[in-house]
């Protein structure tokens, strides 16, 4: 499949270590946000999201944490797998409801 | 399987050209979303129904697109006399009345403009 994301900023880290991906938003009135994962080739995947009355969501090896002070979003991830190779997209909805805005993207790499 | 169907998965065609690309939602989802992307950037916004109902359109929506839900259920995305500009990878995705803002992706068309 054609690669997704050719310039993006990358995270390399090591197989077993800590991942964390920052994300900046800028509509101070966004009440939900959202992360995704794209594979190449593939449609962005659904990780985990977060309303802005909460600081800190939990998934399975994903935490999403959300600083409404400085509109600062981040997606932690635990024990970094091969699999978690991809791009990851955070994403923001601005207009109550009716679609959502998607940041840059970051691209993860994993050694084994 | 049960997510977001899109057909074809890559296109080509010559520039002038009209194509047009299907996109089935996942069944009890209500909402369906157009996106595209290119590439080293994130989906952007092109359109969304609710039911049949087109209710929002983006500006980078030009006169050579259209989307219709004719029926509520699939969608379709054509564009016509195709530019090399409009060659990305164009997403569809749905989400449920529940959580609207929960976007669930198909893994998109890849269209190629030559």
């Known amino acids: 499949g054609e690669s997704v994301g050719l310039h993006l900023p990358t995270l390399s880290v090591q197989e077993g270590d800590n991942s964390i991906i920052n994300c900046a938003y800028s509509n101070s009135a966004s009440d939900y946000f959202i992360w995704y994962k794209q594979e190449s080739g593939k449609g962005p995947q659904f990780i985990i999201d977060i309303r802005s009355n909460m600081d800190k969501r939990q998934g399975q090896r994903v935490t999403v944490l959300l600083n409404k002070t400085v509109k600062h979003l981040s997606l932690q991830i635990a024990a970094t797998q091969p699999g978690d190779s991809a791009v990851y997209f955070c994403?923001?909805?601005?207009?109550?409801?009716?679609?959502?805005?998607f940041g840059g993207g970051t691209r993860l790499m994993v050694k084994p | 399987d049960t997510g977001v169907s899109q057909d074809p998965r890559h296109k080509i065609t010559k520039r002038g050209q009209n194509v047009t690309f299907r996109c089935d939602p996942i069944s009890e989802h209500n909402r369906l979303y157009w996106y595209r992307q290119t590439l080293g950037q994130g989906p952007e916004f092109l359109t969304y129904?609710?039911?049949?109902?087109?209710?929002?359109k983006s500006r980078l929506l030009s006169d050579r697109f259209s989307a219709e839900r004719p029926k509520g259920s699939f969608s379709t995305l054509e564009i016509q006399r195709t530019e090399q500009g409009d060659s990305a990878m164009y997403l569809c995705?749905?989400?449920?009345?529940?959580?609207?803002?929960?976007?669930?992706f198909g893994s998109g068309t890849q269209l190629s403009v030559l």
């Open positions: 129904f609710q039911n049949e109902a087109q209710l929002e």
């Open positions: 995705a749905s989400s449920p009345d529940r959580i609207v803002e929960k976007l669930f």
């Open positions: 994403a923001e909805n601005r207009n109550a409801g009716n679609m959502l805005t």
